[in-house]
């Protein structure tokens, strides 16, 4: 019998099948339709190699060479598409159209080492086969200026990362970050936050008639309108239009008194018209105005009634044609905007359900279709094929009457790739109606507001008559003049498709010059000039396009980004800087001023894009950039005050001690001064006031003591307030309302995604609705409100049958994020851990390297080097490697690359040159210990610290000048107790330093 080869040996003898790698599985699998047999399409996931996670990874005195590795998460699927390349005719590389696209293409080729020649770049604007078919008939090549460009990006962005956030974790507290663009971003919410804290609002009041032409009838309309008025406790100005225009009514603003404006600014100028108009005021109700105490504001209700005034007539009536224009299709700032206010959609949720309508959709065609185009553009321009189709569609779908004789077009930002597409539908004739019951859920709504913005787009302006009518009286003041505008919609023209609400439209009865009007009521309302609104995802969006700050595919990660680092917070839709944002943003603002500048984010955007289009040195665009960046960060490093602890108006309610505000990374807390003796500590509200733990009427079902409303990650509970004797909790909602326990099979939900049952899920103990039918769809859902399932109990960990080399416990495996591991079951007494893969070492009682790797020597061999040329080397008890001679090479126990002499606080010892992939070590004796300490001498011993005159500001201590790896700092002389450090002041700095030169001079 023939030697059976495998199925991957098949296809790629010789002259194989071309290989095609795309981003996504879903994308592969659409695309896999449009191909013949002799391709195969398999996905990268995404970015396969990037900068280390744990390191700088940028020689910056070598042009800035970055260091580039493959992610930790990709290695196996590098690992498979090598060799799948290895027996390909050609490898086509078919990533996004993008810049980012581009740069995705250039590391894989570059991780998987394919010969130029035998690898092609096609991109394309959608995933139809005759996209597909167009673009692997025209395959291009990699376009370096793109990467270039997109490294440059990575590169200035890790610069901005890496060098600015230790000086925050110094300056501020630990665990906070900075970012180019993002910090721009926060300032933005920040600036934002400074004008509505400065606004001093102006009152003015505003003065409505309602009228109507039906004078013998007025009295009853009138009674009628009292009526509406007294019962319609939610009166809305649709809900008046609608009354006014079923009883031929009109509403009318006064605009003028005596040839001038109208526009009164106290409660005086307002009465005095109103009483010329026949008002009477029966009282005026004040109140302190709701936001605006500490301004002195009053808000004033003026309660009365229309008595007898002058007489009403129409002066003039004035109508006329307008027409509304369509919107351009949507690009990704006007596509997530639209999706926010119309669908209240996040900005991550638009762009993650666009993405799955790009790579493909199965609406039951024979596998999954492309629905939409690429979505990530700055363009307007739309194909001349698209065109032609979309015109077809209206002419058949709704007449000629609303088809342009020539097709609209729109203006674009300079700054846009004008070779790109609008976001579009790939086939308009897929109808949102044809496709109900197919696309459901977020796709399709979605995709609904794409097509309806395509189609009307292209369709013919909306008509209408817009009349203006001027009503006048005579009063005492002199000649009053009112304004009652309306419209009526003539053509809907691409109204038609997007859909118009007329009900805010008033409509006005047929009215003639010098026509008396009757008065129905006059309502005389106090109103302020409003601050600016706070940005929502739809404005900030639209002001990150604006002002040029990152570019479309950046949108959505940086509003997620700020959110997710604590710099703002969002509120019933509205951003809202927290105090960690606004403290971060003034420190960067006052040493990186060209950082934060918005301009210059602009301009830097701008730069990147002549990279790619000008052949612009991206070298020399970066050192232009570090060098007074660099100068700035050295300033910042000696100038920049510590922000660490303030002193606050509130006393320890444990010791009456003061409290300061202190800050973490998730923001700013109240800490007593008292610590380490006293550790209380509490959140506080946005005003800095501590948020104390409330008592509720719940008593605890252990011990029947009250229950306290907590709040854990953001999360609300309720406590026992016997903690920590009693430690029962139990969930709740943010008012401590208790959740009902309910079974997992008592949710009944169906998923919006594909029409599916939904099932309760778990991440971590945290529970959520998924769709029944992952990992086909991944909808998912929170949890009905008022109800909670509680999470299955953890199953009990398996023994690993050893005990720990330790303390000598039992020995369990656990699973962490990089997969099982073995531990002490005396944790976290003991937390002595042990790779898996030398579980069975252990077992049989020979804690050693794994056979086969250099350096490896049996338990207690203290023998020289072997005549393969292994280091001398031996084992401790629990499987250490010790290395006893540097004169050969030594290997890593853990993964076999070679290992390095590195210091330590302890002396030197080794490490894996791998790390962080790997952090294997090994401790040095005898002859190695003396070579390396002979190649890393002992560092000189830290000076001792040195008193100051200047006190604490915390404790009152003496401070003293210490030591660290960053400088000389000033630390409390009461340390422990107190640990308060503060910045040496410039005059004492330069005494220390002109001190330590003169002693270095020697005598």
């Known amino acids: 019998m023939a030697k059976r080869t495998s199925k991957t040996s098949e296809n790629y003898t010789g002259e194989g099948k071309a290989l095609v790698i795309v981003e996504s599985p ?39 060479k970055p260091e580039y590795e493959v992610l930790d998460t990709r290695r196996k699927v590098i690992a498979e598409l090598k060799k799948l390349a290895e ?19 250039w590391h894989l080729w570059q991780a998987l080492g394919v010969p130029a020649d035998r690898v092609h770049r096609v991109i394309f604007n959608e995933i139809t086969a005759s996209a597909i078919q167009q673009a692997f008939a025209h395959p291009k090549e990699i376009d370096i200026d793109r990467v270039n460009a997109q490294q440059a990006r990575r590169i200035l962005d890790r610069i901005v990362g890496y060098e600015l956030s230790p000086l925050l974790w110094k300056k501020i507290a630990k665990g906070l970050s900075a970012g180019r663009v993002q910090s721009v971003a926060v300032r933005l919410v920040v600036d934002r936050e400074h004008e509505i804290r400065a606004f001093v609002p102006e009152e003015f009041w505003r003065l409505t008639a309602y009228l109507t032409p039906e004078l013998q009838q007025a009295d009853q309309l009138r009674d009628g309108w009292r009526k509406y008025v ?23 603003e006064l605009i003028e008194v005596a040839g001038k404006a109208f526009r009164p600014t106290s409660l005086e100028q307002a009465q005095q018209i109103a009483e010329a108009l026949g ?9 302190p105005h709701r936001d605006y105490k500490d301004k002195g504001l009053e808000q004033v209700e003026l309660i009365g009634h229309l008595g007898t005034g002058p007489q009403y007539a129409v002066r003039s009536i004035e109508t006329k044609r307008t027409t509304t224009r369509p919107s351009a299709p949507f690009i990704t700032a006007t596509l997530q905007q639209s999706a926010a206010t119309q669908l209240y959609s996040s900005t991550s949720k638009t762009m993650r359900v666009a993405q799955a309508l790009y790579e493909g959709m199965d609406i039951g065609e024979d596998g999954p279709v492309g629905m939409i185009t690429y979505m990530r553009t700055d363009s307007t321009n739309i194909s001349a094929e698209a065109i032609g189709a979309v015109r077809g569609l209206i002419q058949d779908k709704f007449g000629q009457n609303y088809l342009p ?9 300079s700054s846009a790739q004008e070779a790109h597409e609008a976001i579009r539908p790939t086939d308009v004739s897929r109808t949102p109606e044809s496709l109900k019951g197919r696309l459901i859920g977020d796709h399709g709504k979605l995709y609904e507001l794409i097509w309806q913005r395509f189609v009307a787009s292209q369709m013919k302006p909306a008509e209408w008559d817009s009349t203006v009518a001027a009503i006048t009286a005579e009063t005492p003041q002199g000649q009053v003049t009112l304004k009652a505008g309306g419209r009526r919609l003539v053509f809907d023209g691409f109204l038609r498709v997007t859909g118009v609400d007329v009900a805010d439209e008033q409509i006005l009865p047929v009215l003639t010059e010098n026509q008396p009007m009757a008065p129905l009521e006059l309502e005389p309302i106090q109103h302020f000039t409003s601050p600016p ?30 959110q997710a680092r604590g710099y703002v917070e969002q509120k019933d839709r509205k951003f809202w800087a927290s105090a960690l944002g606004e403290v971060v943003t003034k420190k960067l603002l006052d040493h990186f001023p060209r950082i934060m500048d918005v301009k210059f984010t602009s301009q830097m955007e701008s730069t990147l894009d002549s990279i790619e289009e000008s052949h612009v040195d991206w070298v020399q665009v970066l050192r232009e950039f570090y060098d007074p960046f660099k100068q700035n960060l050295e300033v910042a490093e000696r100038e920049m005050p510590a922000t660490r602890s303030e002193i606050s108006s509130h006393t320890c309610p444990d010791c009456t001690k003061p409290l300061t505000y202190r800050w973490g990374k998730t923001g700013r807390f109240l800490g007593c001064t008292g610590y ?7 959140n506080v509200d946005r005003e800095g006031n501590p948020v104390r733990a409330a008592l509720t009427e719940h008593n605890c079902q252990r011990c029947e003591k009250p229950m306290i409303l907590r709040s854990s990650r953001g999360k609300p509970f309720l406590g026992c307030s016997g903690y920590p004797e009693c430690d029962f909790t139990m969930p709740c909602d943010e008012t401590g309302m208790p959740l009902r326990k309910v079974q997992a099979t008592e949710i009944k939900e169906i998923c919006d995604e594909c029409g599916l049952a939904m099932a309760v899920k778990f991440k971590g103990r945290n529970a959520f609705l998924g769709c029944s039918s992952y990992p086909t769809c991944r909808g998912t859902k929170p949890m009905p409100p008022g109800v909670y399932v509680e999470a299955p109990p953890k199953a009990p960990p398996e023994q690993s049958g050893i005990n720990c080399p330790d303390c000598k416990r039992p020995m369990v495996i656990r699973k962490g994020k990089r997969g099982p591991f073995v531990a002490c079951s005396g944790y976290p007494k003991c937390r002595k851990t042990i790779p898996m893969e030398r579980l069975e070492q252990f077992k049989n009682g020979l804690p050693t390297p794994p056979a086969g790797v250099d350096g490896a020597a049996p338990a207690g061999d203290s023998a020289e080097a072997d005549t393969n040329g292994a280091a001398k080397t031996s084992t401790t008890r629990n499987g250490k490697l010790v290395v006893e001679s540097l004169d050969t090479p030594v290997s890593c126990p853990e993964c076999g690359n070679r290992m390095e002499l590195r210091p330590g606080r302890w002396g030197p010892f080794m490490a894996c040159g791998a790390y962080p992939r790997c952090k294997g070590t090994a401790r040095l004796k005898g002859k190695a210990l003396e070579q390396a300490k002979e190649k890393m001498p002992a560092p000189p011993p830290k000076p001792k610290a040195e008193a100051t005159d200047i006190a604490c500001p915390e404790c009152g201590s003496k401070m003293v000048i210490r030591m660290s790896r960053r400088g000389r700092f000033l630390g409390c002389g009461g340390y422990p107790k107190c640990r308060n450090t503060m910045e040496m002041p410039p005059e004492l700095a330069e005494q220390v330093r002109k001190r330590l030169e003169l002693e270095s001079k020697g005598p």
């Open 405 to 413: 004789e020539r097709p609209n077009t729109y203006k674009a930002r």
């Open 533 to 562: 609104p706070r940005y929502t995802e739809a404005s900030l969006v639209k002001a990150l396009e604006a002002e040029g700050i990152g570019r479309p595919s950046t949108y959505a990660t940086i509003i997620q980004t700020i």
């Open 279 to 287: 008002w009477k005021v029966e009282k005026a109700n004040r109140q």
């Open 26 to 64: 879903a994308k592969a699998k659409t695309i896999n339709r449009y191909l013949g047999q002799e391709f195969v399409v398999k996905a990268s996931m995404g970015h396969v190699r990037d900068l280390p996670k744990r390191g700088f990874g940028i020689d910056v005195d070598h042009d800035f």
């Open 676 to 682: 380490p003796e006293c550790k209380f500590t509490c």
């Open 87 to 105: 027996h390909a005719s050609k490898v086509y590389l078919a990533t996004d159209l993008d810049r980012e696209g581009e740069a995705i293409a």
């Open 230 to 252: 007294n019962q319609k406790k939610d009166r809305t100005r649709r809900s008046d239009l609608e009354w006014l225009a079923a009883h031929k009514g009109i509403r009318a």
